[in-house]
C-alpha cells in the first residue's frame, strides 16, 4: 500500500514538473517569433518608408549640406541617412544587376521620377528627414513653387556633390516609397522600336514629361495617363496640343503643368510624334 502511494506522488511530481516545462517552452516561443518578424526582409524591390518610420527604423542620421538647392534655391542642411544603405538593408540590391533597373521614386502626389539605377547607386544620395534651418518648432520649411505652396514631409531626395541645374538627377520632395524596377518591365513598354524619330520623342519625354504623366500605365499620375485607354492624340487637335504642351497656363487658369522654358517647338514635334507612335502600341485591356 505504501508503495503504491509512493508511485503514485513520483507520478504527479513527474507530470506537474511536465506541465511547467511545457509553460515555459510556451513563453518562450512567442518571443522568438516576435524577435524573427521584426527582421526586414532583403528581398523586396519596393520600400515603403512611412512602414519604416512608424517602425522606428530610419533614425539614425547625419548632418548633410546642400550647397544649391534646386528646391529651396538657397544653401540648406538636413538630416538624412544615405540611399545606399537604405538599399542595402531593405532590398534585393545585392542580388541584381544595377545597369539592368531603373529607380522609381513614388511621391503622395503623383509625381513620380525615375532614373538608371547604376547614376544614382554612383552619387552621393541622401534620403532627408527633416529639415535644420525649418521655422522653430517645425520639421519643414514649406515649399513655394509657381505661386503655390507645397510640402516636403515626410521624405526628400536630396545630394552631395551634384548641381542644381542637373537635370538628370532628380529631386523629389514628399516622398513615400522607392522602387526597383527591371527595364524589361518598365522601359521596354515606352520605348519605340525601330523609329528614330519616336526614339528622339522619347528621350525627350523620359526627360520632361514621364514623372508627371504616364504612358501604358508607367509614369507619374500628378498629371493624366497619355495613352490608355485612349491616346490623348486620339482626342486633342495637334496644333493645339503642341500650344498646350509648349505654354498649359495659356488654356487653363491655376495649371500645375509648369511651361517647359527648355524645349523648343522642334522637340515638342518629337514629343508629338511619340505620343502619336505609342498610340498605336497600347498595352492590352485586361
Sequence with gaps: MQKSYLKLVALLFLTLASCQQ???????????????????????MTIDLLALQQEGLLKETRLVTVQDDPVYHSVKRYQAFALSSLLANYTAIKTIDPTAYQIVFECIDGYKPMMPL???????????????????????????????????????????????????????????????VNNSENIALLAPKNDPKA?????????NCVTCHAINKIGGSMGPELNYPKSVTEYWNKAQLKQFIQHPASFRNDVKMPMLTTITPKDIDQIVYYLEYMAKHKIKSN
Design 22 to 44: 511545457q509553460g515555459k517552452q510556451q513563453q518562450i516561443v512567442p518571443k522568438n517569433t516576435t524577435t524573427a518578424s521584426a527582421k526586414k526582409p532583403t528581398d523586396t
Design 118 to 180: 547604376q547614376k544614382i547607386m554612383n552619387s552621393k544620395a541622401y534620403v532627408a528627414v527633416s529639415d535644420v534651418d525649418a521655422p522653430k518648432g517645425q520639421l519643414w520649411s514649406a515649399i513655394v513653387k509657381d505661386g503655390h505652396q507645397m510640402k516636403a514631409a515626410p521624405f526628400y531626395l536630396i545630394y552631395e556633390g551634384v548641381a542644381s541645374t542637373a537635370s538628370d538627377y532628380k529631386w523629389p520632395y514628399n516622398l513615400v516609397k522607392i522602387h526597383l
Design 199 to 207: 526614339q528622339a520623342g522619347f528621350a525627350l519625354f523620359t526627360k
